[in-house]
């Protein structure tokens, strides 16, 4: 094995375990996109994932229909072969970044409300014993940042992927 296959295995197993975390998916699954992701839009074949990833026919298969049902990922085919390839759906980024920002607004939305129920409390307390706003303050100022900020990148990434 070449080193720049060993990487790919390495990333393969490092992505699918991230992947598992996040989006919650099952091992295999994981290890299937994240074989996608890294073979790019020359797609993978079946084949190749059962060889790569040294799975059943039947996992791979099962995984591949969950993932497709997720639209995280899409097939095409070629003239004269009866092989599915299969890559990334290009709005998968796109639907992560609006998730991300759409928690990013309920936490932000949190802490307003916190801070309201906060300052009607310090209404009724002394001076000392008052709560303090900076820290939410300061959270809801970097959520508004990290929303602008990523919004930006989604806006871009939209754009390139225009037809």
């Known amino acids: 094995m070449n080193s720049l296959n060993r990487k790919k295995c390495e990333l393969v197993e490092k992505l699918g375990v991230f992947l598992e975390n996040r989006d919650g998916l099952a ?91 906060k300052a009607k409390v310090n209404e009724s307390l002394s001076e000392e014993d008052k709560f303090d706003f900076h820290y939410h303050e300061s959270f809801i100022q970097f959520l508004n940042g990290a929303i602008e900020s990523i919004s930006k990148l989604k806006e871009t990434i939209i754009e390139q992927n225009k037809y």
């Not at 993932?67 to 072969?81: A, S």
Request: net charge positive; charged share 20%; aromatic share 8%.
């Open 27 to 117: 091992p295999v699954a994981a290890r299937i996109l994240s074989y996608i992701i890294l073979t790019g839009k020359q797609g993978t074949t079946f084949e190749d994932l059962v060889t790569n990833l040294c799975a059943s026919k039947s996992t791979i298969s099962t995984h591949l229909c969950h993932l497709q049902n997720l639209k995280k990922i899409n097939y095409f085919t070629k003239i004269g072969d009866r092989k599915r390839y299969f890559i990334i759906n290009r709005d998968t980024m796109v639907q992560d970044i609006s998730a991300m920002i759409d928690g990013w607004e309920e936490q932000k939305q949190l802490h307003v409300e916190i801070m309201g129920y």
